[in-house]
């Protein structure tokens, strides 16, 4: 039995120590807000925060995981929209919105870090793949979203 | 609550709204099982107002929607559609996916993308053509595909909603005994006029559901329009930012178990053996499938399933393709390329005869490569077997065949099949097919009674898809004194798609047939040649393929863009100017021009290493034309600055989603253009995973502008036709900065990097 903290709550879970924190996530507490893409770290759908830290959760073995604060989609907002998700509502974000869980956690940990979002820095931080082309969205969103939380 | 029942008039004119004189193909009686399938999804208290509309006593409206959401914003624009005519604010009606049934035949989809319509395809008798219709007929397909999604319900939808409108008026005027013209619908109330009197939609739906549904009730004229053609917020898009969309690959059901499989890695090998055994006691494991192509484990999670069909121990019968090669199949191109073999999609004056006489002959060989779809969202289906049903959740953008194959494999009387669609996370084509479901029914077979989700790897994804097909092209062009197009000769080699798809629906329909889309973009180009000879050398190959975010047109684009540039060069003409001298008989395609060369500031130069190119094309009923700003230095790193999009697609139901449609296929077509291909070595594909089979991703996505021109056209579709212009734009491109011409996608074929 493996002890957990997701989104503020404890919960056990019993699997290999080798289980990607994603397929935890997805089939075992059921949050299946996050995404399962490519399962080799490059596509960015399965971002979580780990204390408040961007990870890709399938390159993540659960026993890493372990004693951490793990954050999913799920749990970013109180019950409102945080800045970030209504600036991606505002700019009419998502298509398909498989990717865009992923997006909205990346973007989130990068706001955190950078109040003051420039093209250069969302560039290098964000390397997540949308496959239905919403990037110049999500790129106004991110603007977007760090004016209203400065505002705020 | 009894339903109402439909009768046999009333069906006619319900069948007679989806087009094409479906109602009655079908032979439509009170029973018929469009009625049933719509009553199953009635609930007491509701009440069948028509096919496609349900209005409950509180007055909540919901509508059934035939298309798959996928991205394309359809829920919304439909909802539009039927909120325009029927009276009521958008935020009033709720989608819900269409029970399958013929009445929502995609009819729109079959025209276009069969080859029964026979729409330019030149003078061959089409019994194998008219084999499809019949197949095409007997399947009544009830698809999302081909940008038809908005074209195919434009006049039912609007219909549907101004016929429950009238039907509510009358039932308001016979309460009242006033005349229905003294009564007024808006905002889901009916008002009688000189007394004030209001009955709310739900207040009136038991009364109107008795009245015969009215004939031929005019639509609201253009500019009486208060919903339609202004950007609405999309429905869907608030649960796609809380992780509370449920897609096909979330679907959680009671004791469900999880597969995996290992699939033979040589197209058309098949399982030699296996030692199931070996993994039998791994944690998890419930049981090992063993199938045709591959082999499946099903666990108690997919990672444990996973893990186990990794370790099965399974050798392969590579069968005859085990040496089929990306390179031999171009060698085989080259050679049809060069025989007399071929279907002519475009012929008129004397191209051959001109080419053979001309002094200076302009030629060119291009290539395109396969490519993968790669949806985001993984293949996955859920199936959940019985002895005498089969349920199953699928993603999937073709709710028919699906059933129909959900029946096949599970082996159960067509009746017993229940289907249900989520969200997609994409589709562009490749969840049309039948490959998924197909599997996911076998392995649950063998778990009876137990829900099994299947999902596929992304690495069995770019292995086991339905290639967009690789293609090559020769041209023989001429000019005359004054610079403008002589004689045009365009030859292609490629797979038949719908040759490929038929084969895999019905391998008895195999024939070889002439297909549009092998040749669209090409044999049907605007421009004004005289002399123009265009053929289809159809090269059948073992390796399958399938519908691509816009299919012919998005190699014939490249191949005859790329080509006009080279006839502008040629000429010494200015690119935009010559495609205008071109098309000047056609105003809507000079309008795109001209809006693209303003917005685009195209007169004005670029600096040194940066250049502009253009491409113009029309697909799926609308016309986009495309400039491109890049920068390229001598390290041939190149950066795609800039996109100008000028869309002509009629009538815009939701403009803000035809922009983000543009947005979207233009980055799609892009990330083809620079790093998109598929290669095959042994008779399997060598890429696997996104890090070999890359994609555009924020930091080399141009900006880009979207301009809506419409010309009045009838209605286009917008979910392909941005594709197709972006990589001949972006050679062109490559051409004006450098004097390089590119020929053989993708760029980085040819040592660039973005
Ligand atoms: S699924 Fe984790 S990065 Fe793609
Ligand atoms: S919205 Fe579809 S993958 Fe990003």
Redesign the pocket.
Known sequence: MLSLTINGKKTTVDVEEDTPL?WVLRDTVKLTGT?????????????VHINGEPV????VPISDAVGTKITTIEGISDGNLTAVQEAWIDEQVPQCGYCQSGMIMAATAYLKENPTPTDEGIDEAITNICRCGSYPRIRKAIHRAAKQMAEA | MALMKLTRRKFLIAGGLVGGGLAVGFGLGDDGPENAALQATTSSGEFALNAWIKINKSGEITFAIPQAEMGQGVYTSLSMLLAEELEVELSSVTPEMAPLAPVYVNSTALMDTLPFSDGHHQGEATIGAWGMKKIAGMLGVQATGGSTSVRNAWEPMQKAGAIAREMLVSAAAEEWNVSSSECVASKGTVTHKSSGKTASYGELVEAASALEIPDDIPLKPANARKIIGKSQPRIDIPEKVDGSAVYGVDIDLPNMAHAAVKLCPVFGGTVASWDDKAILNMPGVIKAVRFDTGVAVIADSFWRAKKAVEALPVTFDEGPNAALSSEAIFAEFEQQLASDEGRSYADRGEALEKISQADTVISATYKVPFLAHACMEPMNCTALVSDNDVEVWMPNQAQTLIAWFAEKAADVPAENVKLHTPYLGGGFGRRLEIDLVVMAVTIAKELKGRPVKLIWTRENDVQHDMYRPAAQASFKGTLTSSGEIDAWNHRVASPSVTRSFTKRMLPWADSDMPDNSTADGAGNIPYQISNMLMEHVPTPLEIPVGYWRSVGHSYNAFFTEGFMDEMAWAAKKDPLEFRLDHVSEHTDFTAVLQKLKEVSDWSTPLPEGRGRGIALHESFKSIVGQVVEISVNKDKEISIDKVFCVIDCGTVVNPDTVKAQMESGIIFGLSAALFGEITIEKGRVVQEN?PDYDMVRLNNCPEIEVHLAPSGRPLGGVGEPSTPPIAPAVVNAIFAATKTRIRELPLSKHGYTA
């Open positions: 994603l995404k399962f893409g490519c399962g080799v770290a490059a596509c960015g759908a399965c971002t890709r959760s399938c390159s | 996104f």
